[in-house]
């Protein structure tokens, strides 16, 4: 085969690797990333039906700087204080969590309104909280208050939804520590140490647990009062 022959015959095998790298190329443009693209437009529709959700249920008074101020007769201060929060409940539909953090609220409107450049301060976001609190309506996860764990329920509906949890699931009569029922996917899951313990109480004296131990860390649930 001449040398002329031969370099004919490469260069028409180089075109067609060219080809066929340039059809992988284009089924790789084609199925990947349109498949992430379609996922992440489905992932920012989401978000914006939530955030447009949210500000939805937002009260109109969140445009009147007054309502930054805390007012100073009693009566209009505990309004105050209730209205703001409302607004912490709805955003916690908003995040799908109970566990909030001071610092994302300061962050988030409207707690910080640009449009009006105004924002609560932090000692009236921890008053505000701390009177969830008072009410038993929230907890503290710590005591440095940087972030509260908000009730959507009773301590009564949260025992009767881990009893409940733990029948269905066939935890009944097993010993449950502590950590076990903090490491389930539940909305009570998360809720600190200390206060889980005071809802086991309720169980307890309703005669559906009983604890294992000493140091009250394990638990053992009753099925006799299920009908």
Known sequence: MSAKDQLSRDETRKSKDTDMVSESEKNTYHNTPQTNLKQSTDTNKTQSH??????????????????????????????????WQKIIYTYSNYTSSPIITLSELRNFHPFTNNELSKSLSNNQLITIIEDLVTKNNAIWMGNDKLSIYLKLKSDLEYASEIHQFMINNG????????????????LWSKIPEN???NIIEVLISQNKAEWV?????????SILFLI
Request: net charge negative; charged share 25%; no cysteine.
């Open 195 to 197: 206060h889980l313990k």
């Open 50 to 83: 939530k955030e447009e959700n949210y500000i939805q249920f937002l009260p109109n008074w969140i445009n009147k700087p007054w309502m930054y101020i805390s007012p100073i007769q009693e009566s209009q201060y505990l309004s105050w204080m209730e209205e």
């Open 213 to 221: 131990g000493k140091n009250q860390d394990a638990i053992k649930f």
């Open 171 to 186: 935890y009944a009569l097993d010993v449950i520590t502590l950590f076990d029922i903090r490491s389930f996917n539940q």
